[in-house]
């Protein structure tokens, strides 16, 4: 039987053909379009516990008051050296200057007032409603040390003001936090307030060298009174302007969890000799392969299973195009994205594990072979990985059994916080940052390094 296809039943096949290609791609470029223009995750609670708001009139006097409290302390030079070395007597003016300065605070019937390990300070504050789950204001007031030649451009504890910018250690982390939860505190005190949900502040000594007397101490404490915190707001992220490109406008940035950490040493043993009879490879040699695969072999992009993602979801409505098509359409575009952000060092640590080989030591001798040499890597990982994985895949990558792989100390990422809708404390944390500075966009991400600003996981 013979087939005779005509022209137009030929051209209506094709036509058929071409609806079938064409009308999925057109679908997806309607839902892309679509989604550019209405997409907008930035959304918060519909009702709020309480709407009312203190607005501080603050007078000249009162302003300079302040300034000169935050001057004087971080004038107080509490370095914590180590574990056993701090600067007790600075801590102890530190003190003085707090019940100088916040008087009401250490002083009124709502507050219960407690020194842990001799120079952290727990406040319980009581709310009208003891119902209500409290929730915690966590600050260090420790501070690293610091020393002039390092490259300040004033004594790093003179709190010096240059073109409105104070200078000095803990200007940032964290004596603003200390002075700041304080101050906002006394000012309410002053006018009689009383707040619905009791609520407790955390004032640590020793955080900057791991808290082991400060706040592991607190949380014993809380822990043996049974204490449940709805979430915890410790020092964290920033407001950044003008650094996200295509972005209209600052970005405030809440941190809803925190990189994992993890310090590896790799060690190689050989036997020693002449550098007149080598082998083929000395220990120096095996050990710098190993680091070379390391680096050269990254850990695997992990774009989408943190935050990461939620963090330009929420910001997609304030870009301009481009920008805001890839944004509001990460379903489609975030190998783009993800692809972008792993080609810069500073972004790169939003999607992977990073490795970073900070020590490496052999040789005590121009002419001897060295018997042992070692590395140390620091690794700060993603928050869908552990430690344990991470050490799973540097030995995989090195690959090599005469390199020793050993955990010297590490810590797993933090869960991360629920930042949705029906969040309290992310909720509260926005509007409280929306309402101090309304021209910003709140979103949240995880930590890069050991900072945490807002964690609702019951840790105690």
Same mark, same amino acid.
């Given at each position: 039987m013979k087939i005779r296809i005509t022209k137009k039943k030929f051209f209506k096949i094709f036509a058929i053909l071409l609806t079938i290609l064409i009308l999925p791609v057109l679908i997806l470029f309607l839902v892309v379009i679509g989604r550019t223009f209405t997409f907008n995750l930035n959304?918060?609670? *519909?009702?709020? *516990?309480?709407? #009312?708001?203190?607005n501080p009139h603050l007078s000249q006097e009162q302003k300079a008051r302040l300034l000169a409290n =935050?001057? +004087?302390?971080?004038q107080l030079p509490t370095v914590s050296f180590s574990e056993t070395q701090q600067n007790i007597s600075a801590l102890y003016e530190f003190d003085?200057?707090? $019940?100088?300065?916040? /008087?009401?605070v250490f002083s009124?019937?709502? %507050?219960?007032? +407690?020194? %842990?390990?001799?120079?952290?300070?727990?406040?319980?504050?009581? @709310?009208? +409603?003891?119902?209500? *789950? /409290?929730?915690? =204001?966590l600050a260090h007031i420790d501070v690293v040390p610091a020393d002039e030649a390092d490259g300040w451009d004033a004594p790093p504890f003179s709190a010096q003001e240059?073109?409105?910018?104070i200078y000095g250690r803990g200007t940032i982390d964290d004596k603003q936090s200390v002075m700041g939860i304080l101050q906002a505190l006394e000012y309410l005190l002053e006018r009689g307030y009383t707040p619905r949900r009791s609520f407790y502040i955390g004032l640590g000594h020793d955080e900057e060298v791991n808290g082991m007397q400060g706040a592991v101490n607190i949380v014993k404490l809380l822990k043996s009174r049974g204490v449940k915190l709805l979430y915890v707001l410790d020092e964290g992220l920033t407001i950044m302007d003008g650094m996200i490109d295509g972005l209209d406008g600052p970005a405030a940035l809440i941190g809803v969890s925190e990189k994992g950490q993890a310090t590896v040493k790799l060690s190689v043993n050989a036997a020693p000799g002449h550098s007149s009879m080598p082998p083929r490879e000395t220990s120096i040699g095996i050990l710098a392969s190993a680091v070379r695969r390391l680096e050269q072999k990254r850990m695997p992009n992990l774009f989408g299973l943190g935050p990461e993602r939620a963090t330009f979801e929420h910001l997609a409505h304030k870009f301009g195009l481009p920008h805001r098509m890839v944004m509001a359409n990460l379903w489609l575009f975030s190998s783009l994205l993800s692809g972008i952000l792993e @080609?810069? /060092?500073?972004?790169?640590?939003?999607? $992977?594990? #990073?490795?970073?080989?900070?020590?490496?030591?052999? @040789?005590?001798? %121009?002419?001897?072979?060295? /018997?042992? !040499? *070692? !590395?140390?890597?620091n690794f700060r990982i993603h928050s869908s990985q552990t430690v344990q994985e991470v050490l799973k895949l540097i030995e995989s990558t090195i690959s090599d059994k005469r390199v020793a792989v050993e955990l010297m100390k590490g810590f797993d990422p933090l869960p991360v916080s629920s930042y949705d809708e029906h969040t309290f404390g992310y909720q509260i %944390?926005?509007?409280?940052?929306?309402?101090i500075f309304p021209q910003v966009t709140v979103t949240p991400v995880s930590a890069l390094a050991t900072l945490i600003a807002v964690t609702t996981q019951n840790f105690l």
């Open positions: 959304t918060e609670l *519909e009702q709020w *516990e309480n709407t #009312t708001t203190f =935050l001057k +004087e302390a971080i003085l200057l707090l $019940r100088r300065v916040f /008087p009401k009124s019937n709502l %507050i219960q007032h +407690e020194t %842990i390990s001799n120079y952290t300070h727990l406040f319980s504050v009581s @709310g009208s +409603e003891a119902d209500l *789950e /409290p929730y915690m =204001l240059l073109n409105g910018f @080609g810069q /060092p500073d972004t790169n640590a939003f999607v $992977r594990t #990073t490795t970073a080989v900070t020590m490496f030591n052999s @040789g005590v001798k %121009i002419n001897v072979l060295p /018997p042992y !040499a *070692e !590395a140390f890597v %944390i926005k509007k409280t940052a929306n309402d």
